[in-house]
């Protein structure tokens, strides 16, 4: 790709060690660029630093920071006046929490968003990359789901908020230098393969794969299979599941269409996942052969608010985007189930 930009560039990554963040700050760095991370600490541990650098060799520049702090925020950006892309990832994720406490996330996910943009922008020109979700579409009619599928009435506040970012997002690129790309995820899974990065969930995992390594590793006595009555053909519910290395290295490609200015509309949308589905059997199944273990598990009911099946249409993103998942669901599992041995057994 010809390279209109300084590839030496600081990029600004919020919530940066986090889950997907701080695969994403490796594949940053990987790619040359200065990378400034902030991050409240609130579903992460300082400790991620150390695996960044292991990994590429380099600490990226690192600020204790709540984005709910608005002047935080403004002092912040005047102290940093060279950043030249902003992936915001920093928001709360977790469904269930954000119908206990809906408040928590309209604050955390939405006023941090809007504090971002009242600094970008300031700037004669800004770059900005959203964390957004399949969940936007809700149970779609059509599988695979295209980017034009309708948005539907989010089931949770949590949805809510994403479909709200990107509401705010199209309406600010409007009457702003402000060029975004929202990258919907399908569902981000594995680790680095190195094992030096992971998901570190809090208290009980919600999502499926941090419940079943979990669960093998013998911290969870047995996983619960929601519902096996769907119509699907094993009857579980089907998704699509997406290795977090490939999903970070969509986040550098989306980048640098940015900075290439080679991005045809201020706002441009694009699916992140596979484009395989996969049933909670199936994925149970490739666990146990690349774990080489057999993983206790039961079927009980359904999950309110569970969709039938998600699975991603890739042609946006392999054709406009040129990039396209490159691992396969026994590899990411694989990394996954590395991790999960690294962290219990230190
Ligand atoms: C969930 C969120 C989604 C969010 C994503 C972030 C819901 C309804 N959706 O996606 O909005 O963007 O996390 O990571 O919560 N499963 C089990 N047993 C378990 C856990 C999960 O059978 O213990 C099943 C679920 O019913 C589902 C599949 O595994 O069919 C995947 O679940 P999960 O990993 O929680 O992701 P999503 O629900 O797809």
Not at 101 to 118: A, D, F, I, T, W
Not at 186 to 192: D, K, L, S, V
Not at 208 to 235: C, H, W
């Amino acid at each position: 790709m010809q390279c209109l930009y300084n590839k030496k560039m600081k990029i600004l990554v919020t919530g940066g060690l986090g889950f997907i963040g701080s695969h994403t700050v490796v594949e940053l760095q990987n790619e040359g660029f200065e990378v400034i991370a902030i991050d409240n600490l609130s579903n992460s541990s300082i400790d991620v630093l150390d695996g960044i650098e292991r990994i590429t060799g380099k600490k990226p520049l690192f600020e204790n920071i709540d984005l709910r702090n608005k002047s935080a925020v403004e002092n912040f950006f005047s102290k940093h006046q060279d950043i030249s892309g902003v992936i915001h990832f920093a928001a709360s994720k977790a469904v269930g929490e954000s119908v206990e406490n809906p408040l928590l996330y309209y604050e955390n996910n939405v006023n941090s968003l809007v504090y971002l943009l009242q600094e970008l922008q300031k700037k004669p020109e800004a770059h900005f990359i959203f964390s957004s979700s399949c969940t936007v579409y809700g149970q779609a009619e059509k599988m695979p789901i295209t980017e034009s599928a309708p948005i539907q009435t989010a089931m949770s506040p949590y949805g809510n908020t994403k479909q709200i970012g990107e509401e705010i997002i199209t309406d600010v690129a409007k009457v702003t230098n402000i060029n975004s790309i929202l990258l919907r995820y399908f569902n981000p899974i594995g680790a680095h393969p190195s094992a030096e990065i992971g998901e570190l969930p809090l208290g009980v995992p919600q999502n499926l794969v941090p419940f079943i390594t979990q669960t093998a590793i013998g911290l969870r006595e047995k996983l619960s299979v929601f519902g096996n009555d769907y119509p699907t053909p094993d009857g579980t519910a089907i998704r699509d599941y997406i290795h977090v290395v490939d999903l970070a290295k969509a986040h550098v490609i989306a980048l640098q269409r940015l900075l290439n200015k080679q991005n045809s509309e201020k706002v441009e949308t694009f699916n992140l996942g596979t484009g395989t589905g996969s049933s909670v059997l199936e994925v149970i199944n490739a666990f146990e052969k690349v774990s080489n273990q057999k993983l206790n598990y039961q079927i009980v009911g359904r999950r309110e608010g569970d969709v039938i099946e998600a699975y991603a249409n890739t042609d946006k993103a392999n054709t406009i985007l040129g990039w396209k998942a490159q691992s396969t669901l026994e590899e990411a599992l694989k990394s996954a189930w590395k991790w999960e041995n690294k962290i219990r057994n230190k």
